[in-house]
């Protein structure tokens, strides 16, 4: 199973700054990489697919970059709705597997 | 839109049988491109992979889970649905259903989520 680790725990940052959330596999997963965003009581919402595709509708604040084990989401520019928490998933091998996630607080 | 939706019930007996249906709305759940999963997340906790089922019935489970599990589909309804056995309080989740971007792909959309609680 590869185990996909998220770092940091939890981000501070202020509303205008740029946020950068890591994303490493335990082995590599090519390019077959997805980020999530998830606020409270709502479920995940896909953000970027295949390491750097974003999904359908999402702003292009969001940025997403890397290969093999070593992930990175970034948001240039920090919205009051980015506050939230983001997953990262797999879908290289068998099972499908997810980050533990970030959290993304108001500073 | 395509639009997913869980129901069942949320509140099942340790030992007991688990059992949730995603209806698919705005879609076809025959789609060739798709295959359709179910995620759960334990209160205050992260996102797990239960298992994903192709219109064709073909199934992929997680195999932490895999002998408790069954994922069905039944085409006629436009639905798919979850079966968990011998639950205990460590099944307590969120229960998701998703559509996947083919056999191992990423999720999009997203049920709003069931909550479960296993309790005597």
């Known amino acids: 199973e590869i185990v996909l680790t998220q770092s940091p725990a939890t981000l501070s940052l202020s509303p205008g700054e740029r946020a950068t959330l890591s994303c490493r596999a335990s082995?590599?997963?090519?390019?077959?990489l997805a980020w999530y965003q998830q606020k409270p009581g709502q479920a995940p919402r896909l953000l970027i697919y295949?390491?750097?595709n974003r999904a359908t509708g999402i702003p292009a604040r969001f940025s997403g970059s890397g290969s093999e084990t070593d992930f990175t989401l970034t948001i240039s520019s920090l919205e009051p709705e980015d506050f939230a928490v983001y997953y990262c998933?797999?879908?290289?091998?068998?099972?499908?597997?997810f980050g533990q996630g970030t959290r993304l607080e108001i500073k | 839109q395509l639009q997913l939706q869980e129901s069942g019930p949320g509140l099942v007996k340790p030992s007991e049988t688990l059992s949730l249906t995603c209806t698919v709305s705005?879609?076809?759940?025959?789609?060739?491109?798709?295959?359709w999963g179910w995620v759960r997340q334990p209160p205050g906790k992260g996102l797990d992979w239960i298992g994903s089922?192709?219109?064709?019935?073909?199934?992929s489970y997680n195999p932490s889970l895999k002998s408790r599990v069954t994922i069905s589909v039944d085409t006629s309804e436009n639905h798919f649905s979850l079966r968990l056995s011998s639950v205990t309080a460590a099944d307590t989740a969120v229960y998701y259903c998703?559509?996947?971007?083919?056999?191992?792909?990423?999720?999009?959309?997203w049920g709003q989520g069931t909550l479960v609680t296993v309790s005597s």
């Open positions: 089922i192709y219109y064709s019935g073909s199934t």
């Open positions: 705005g879609g076809s759940i025959s789609s060739s491109s798709y295959y």
């Open positions: 998703a559509r996947l971007m083919g056999i191992r792909g990423w999720f999009d959309p």
């Open positions: 082995q590599s997963v090519s390019s077959y």
């Open positions: 998933q797999q879908r290289s091998n068998w099972p499908i597997t």
């Open positions: 295949d390491a750097s």
